[in-house]
């Protein structure tokens, strides 16, 4: 690491430098001032890189300081009483660009010369070595240090910027940069930094009411142009043009020029957009393919537009510079639509040309000429850029800030005015809601995967809503259904890719155990909300029991089925729901299995999907991590974890004694505290040549320790994609495989697979019968993932919106299928997480979990630098596991309905009483009411708070803190 001089003057103090420098390029460390936090004490964007544990026991040696170099900034402050060794990392920076010289900067002074700190740069090295390493021993006056190297190889990525100081005595460290150059420039703050006042949460930006709405008007064409991307049909002649981009969350005009043309047809709206570039050599354009590539760290546009003046129910097509697309309806990105584009490279722009179907479009009645349109680019070169035609402050997702698309002609556009308004499954039977501006004759399509017709209905489709019966599921796979309608000459009208949801049936029944090893003991949970109805329940056509009416006014039976003397097998069961004549008015098919008794079992309730231990219901509140010692059990019971979800390390060496001691001294210490184990298989496959290689070495693994009662479920495999085997001959069904093979080794816990995004009715790769657990993860609160524009300072309100929407699509699955679902929750700061959560916002997202369905949660990962945060789990366990009786329970539909829509809530009986539980999932304080549809009496006890509210004309009233809970039992009448 060199001292930054002028003219070899060698170093130079802190102040005299300041106002010598060349005035300052780009930034690209966020929050390199120290000034924002989630957790007092915790810069937002820097980790200690593991030092959590000396945290704990040197309080106060990792903290920033009013020491600084600079006015205006914090420090860090790295006291060591022993030479071990602290360390300070970002944790996260992007935006590295091959064949550019990178600066790297900082100030430093300690109190005890002679000590060492040691940095390493990602990026910055050689080929061979791309890590450059380098150190320096500070001195006891603020100086500044640097060092520069070429980037050899695009890089984006995490953990670019480390220090350690290893010397016994305490380091300042002020003021980090890095910028694109070969000399270190004056410090500045990256751009994303807004100065507030330290140790404050920072929200997001406020919206600007002042920016004006652009507008363009949408002329018709002369022919449509060829979707080229070489924008030079004559057809262009008469588009109308617009550019004046401005950077994202301001009013600033962009650096980067953006040029937009805009058009339409009889049954299409073209865009052809010309992005200018002085250095075309610096493009990012790694990301290729036609269908949901991750675009958005290359080079690229995104389309926003919306056929309705408010901006609502908008379609998002994204492209890159190389070709890659990705579409999504408003923030779902399973929607698929057709769409045409291409992309042309120029000597100083690239050109994007895109066609938009109206068949692509989301329509309705209150659509008109005006619509709205937004154009936004991100350019990753330093200086890293978003713009967009129509600012946009919080995010590109902004439907409010679209602009206006003038002059669509809504009358000539009747025809295409055919939405899919949605899909329904009820008992394996497929239906489609469409609506239409315009009575005409349609066919309506069920398509293959490859586009043929596997079921095709014509109809009339009214002015309005018409619903067509498309008859068996057939043709949806992985849980989408793909639709066309087309008029009578086989034009497309409208057209989509679409989850299935299902509908409320009049009759929903559940087993109560995943298996039973006493037959006498099989049970049924049947719902109808059909009043004075019977259930009966038979078996290979021969009736079994019939319960005369559901016991309560909800609709609930709880319905004892007479096994008694069958042997282990399967058995299935017929519910159906019958009216005074006897007839069946409506059916399901359950499968009861019935299994000899295990050393170890672990069950789990299919009606609640709660995990049964002991015959109990079981709520696992786990605690994820790697390297699992005999000290981190003792920390994490501490502090009120029931649950360790671990990786072992050398798990590939398992059958050595020496390493399976150890393990199982882990083992031993959470039987002896009374926590339970969720081993991770970290057996990668893609150190296997054969999927056969690397089932025999996970099934030896299982074998290993499924006799030691700790143990819970077996998390076989982590975030599987279609590239996750090296060996193109490894397929999907290997999942599936491979979890009916541990099944046979350990039939009695469960065996699953943890993805790390879901798709509805197919989670993703393997599919929903390669796990028995629905599990994703996905760390919507640290500013990377599920967020459309990478934010380090992300809100808890925006994070919710893409938590709970995957929350309610995994919800839906497991209900639907008896599965438990389990969430990992984002607790951590590095790698790809800007922040750790603040203690409100782990509650938050901890209880959001719960009312959605939730019945199992871990913490990725051990241990948090936030010793409250850490600390914080001993009250938030406490309450949940005080509520595993009730959350036991099946969730009662309609008890409870929310009057805000930022107050979410579930409902629940037991023993006499009625449980609801709610959650602000807002930054803002709400004052709401709660309408119960059920007989209370008395008042509402407001558990864990120690209050009591007034329960008035089946309704009370509260308030909620931003992220807060509360949970109330109510008496029965």
């Known amino acids: 690491m060199g001292h930054v001089g002028l003219l070899g003057a060698g170093f130079l103090a802190a102040a005299a430098l300041v106002s010598v420098l060349p005035a300052s390029a780009e930034n690209l460390i966020p929050n390199s001032g120290f000034l924002r936090y989630a957790n007092p004490g915790i810069p937002n964007c820097w980790t200690a890189c593991g030092v959590q544990k000396k945290l704990a026991d040197w309080p106060g040696c990792w903290r920033p300081d009013d020491d600084t170099a600079l006015p205006g900034l914090k420090s860090m402050r790295l006291s060591n009483p022993e030479a071990r060794g602290l360390s300070l990392e970002t944790s996260y920076l992007w935006g590295f660009t091959k064949g550019r010289n990178y600066t790297w900067s900082v100030y430093l002074k300690t109190d005890a010369p002679g000590g060492t700190v040691k940095a390493y740069l990602v990026g910055l090295g050689s080929e061979k070595e791309p890590t450059k390493w380098t150190s320096v021993k500070p001195t006891s006056e603020w100086q500044r240090y640097s060092e520069t190297g070429l980037i050899t190889d695009a890089f984006t990525g995490h953990g670019v910027w480390h220090l350690t100081w290893e010397g016994r005595g305490t380091l300042w460290v002020c003021a980090p940069q890095m910028e694109e150059g070969t000399e270190p420039t004056a410090y500045a703050s990256a751009p994303v930094d807004v100065p507030k006042t330290s140790g404050q949460a920072v929200a997001a930006p406020a919206k600007s009411v002042n920016a004006p709405l652009p507008e363009s008007g949408c002329p018709v064409l002369s022919a449509a142009p060829q979707v080229d991307g070489k924008l030079d049909d004559a057809c262009w002649a008469n588009a109308a043009r617009f550019s004046g981009f401005v950077q994202l969350a301001s009013t600033s005009p962009a650096a980067a020029v953006t ?35 991750s675009v958005f760290a290359d080079d690229e546009v995104e389309v926003f537009v919306s056929a309705h003046a408010d901006g609502s129910d908008y379609r998002q097509f994204a492209l890159s510079v190389a070709g890659g697309r990705y579409d999504g309806a408003n923030r779902d990105g399973l929607w698929n639509g057709p ?7 120029e000597a100083t722009a690239w050109t994007a040309e895109i066609a938009i179907p109206f068949t692509s479009l989301a329509y309705g009645p209150e659509v008109g000429d005006t619509w709205r349109l937004n154009v936004c680019r991100y350019r990753p070169q330093a200086p890293e850029e978003y713009s967009s035609w129509s600012a946009v402050f919080n ?6 800030r679209f602009g206006k698309l003038q002059g669509m002609g809504a009358a000539d556009l009747r025809k295409w005015q055919a939405a899919i308004a949605a899909f329904t499954e009820r008992d394996d039977k497929v239906s489609v809601t469409f609506w239409s501006a315009i009575a005409q004759s349609a066919t309506v399509e069920l398509l293959t995967e490859k586009g043929a017709a596997a079921a095709a209905v014509s109809t009339q489709l009214s002015a309005g809503t018409t619903v067509v019966d498309l008859g068996p599921r057939v043709a949806v796979e992985g849980g989408l259904a793909r639709v066309r309608v087309a008029d009578t000459a086989g034009v497309t009208l409208a057209a989509g890719e679409f989850a299935l949801s299902e509908v409320a049936t009049p009759l929903q029944a559940w087993l109560t155990r995943s298996y039973y090893v006493d037959p006498e003991n099989v049970k049924v949970v049947a719902y109808t909300p059909v009043p004075k109805a019977r259930v009966r329940v038979t078996s290979a056509s021969r009736p079994l029991v019939e319960c005369e009416s559901p016991p309560d006014a909800l609709g609930w039976a709880e319905i004892a089925v007479p096994l008694a003397g069958r042997g282990p097998g399967t058995y299935a069961l017929e519910i159906s729901l019958v009216d005074g004549s006897g007839k069946a008015v409506a059916e399901t098919r359950l499968m009861a299995a019935v299994q000899a008794p295990g050393a170890h079992m672990v069950p789990w309730d299919p009606s609640s999907g709660c995990l049964i231990v002991d015959d109990k219901p079981y709520l696992p509140i786990a605690i994820g991590g790697g390297g699992a010692t005999v000290d981190m059990v003792k920390d994490s019971a501490s502090v009120g974890f029931n649950s360790i979800h671990v990786w072992f390390h050398n798990p590939r060496k398992w059958p050595d004694p020496a390493d399976s001691a150890e393990v199982r001294a882990v083992l031993d210490e959470c039987q002896k505290l009374g926590l339970s184990v969720i081993p991770a298989n970290t057996v990668s496959p893609k150190t296997f040549a054969t999927f056969a290689e690397w089932k025999v070495q996970s099934l030896a693994n299982l074998t290993q320790f499924k006799d030691h009662p700790v143990m819970l479920a077996w998390d076989i495999i982590d975030e599987p994609s279609p590239s996750w085997a090296r060996d193109p001959d490894w397929k999907e069904s290997n999942l599936q495989e491979l979890h009916d093979a541990c099944k046979a080794l350990d039939p009695w816990r469960p065996v699953f697979v943890n993805y790390w995004t879901w798709k509805p009715g197919y989670g993703y790769y393997g599919g929903l019968n390669s796990t028995d657990i629905y599990s994703i993860d996905c760390y919507n609160l640290s500013g990377m993932c599920g967020c459309p524009v990478r934010n380090p300072y992300r809100t808890y309100e925006d994070a919710m919106v893409s938590q709970v929407k995957q929350y309610r699509d995994m919800d839906r699955d497991a ?35 719960l009312v959605h369905g939730f019945r199992m949660v871990s913490y990725f990962i051990y241990r948090p630098m936030s010793n409250d945060l850490w600390q914080s789990m001993k009250p938030l366990t406490a309450e949940i596991s005080s509520l595993a009786p009730v959350l036991g329970t099946p969730e009662l539909p309609g008890v409870v309905a929310s009057g805000s829509s930022a107050i979410h809530c579930a409902a629940f009986r037991h023993a006499g009483n009625w449980y609801v539980l709610t959650v602000n999932a807002t930054d803002a304080a709400v004052d709401a009411k709660l309408a119960l549809s059920v007989p209370t009496r008395g008042k509402a006890d407001v558990l864990f708070e120690g209050r009591k509210v007034e329960v008035r004309g089946a309704a009370l009233a509260d308030r909620w803190e931003p992220a807060a809970r509360h949970v109330y039992r109510i008496a029965q009448k």
């Open 339 to 345: 769409w045409q584009s291409a992309t042309v490279r």
């Open 815 to 849: 209900r639907r299928d008896g599965k438990p679902a389990h969430f990992w929750l984002h607790y951590y700061a590095g790698g790809d997480s800007y922040k750790e959560p603040s203690v409100q916002e782990n509650i938050g997202q901890t209880w959001l979990a």
């Open 395 to 400: 995010g590109f997702h902004d439907p409010e």
């Open 259 to 293: 040029e937009v043309m805009v058009g339409r047809t009889a049954d299409a709206l073209f865009l052809g957009i010309r992005c200018q570039e002085p250095n075309m050599a610096g493009l990012v354009a790694k990301m290729k393919g036609d269908k949901d590539v």
